[in-house]
């Protein structure tokens, strides 16, 4: 199986900003659709952003967008999420997640392979 780890989150007040990486194994990287979503205590997992194969199309959703720039480096097998003007509803687990065709989607359950998460605090 494809394994994924996150990196990059923790404490940070509103206004500030963090870069999260996702840390893919295997020589495949390339073949999949990244995303990032995102789950808050008592709140469903939600979509964040995602990137095609070849990192030419990426969608947010609205709530991040001016905000969060995703974007992927297939020769080091990682994909990025770049947060600007953090806020403190964006306090959440962050995941990283894989699917293995080439279309874009927004939702969870189509997505393959999944990272443990990294956590996001936004004080303030």
């Known amino acids: 199986q494809v394994h994924l780890v996150e990196s990059g989150g923790g404490l940070v007040q509103a206004g500030g900003s963090l870069r999260l990486s996702c840390a893919a194994s295997?020589?495949?990287?390339?073949?999949?659709?990244m995303g990032w979503f995102r789950q808050a205590p008592g709140k469903e997992r939600e979509f964040v952003a995602a990137i095609s194969r070849s990192g030419g199309i990426t969608t947010y959703v609205d709530s991040v967008k001016g905000r969060f720039t995703i974007s992927r480096d297939n020769a080091k097998n990682t994909v990025y999420l770049q947060m600007h003007n953090l806020k403190p509803e964006d306090t959440a687990g962050y995941y990283c997640?894989?699917?293995?065709?080439?279309?874009?989607?927004?939702?969870?359950?189509?997505?393959?392979?999944w990272g443990q998460g990294t956590q996001v605090t936004v004080s303030s």
């Open positions: 295997g020589r495949t990287f390339d073949s999949y659709v």
């Open positions: 997640a894989g699917r293995r065709t080439a279309v874009v989607v927004s939702t969870p359950r189509a997505y393959d392979y």
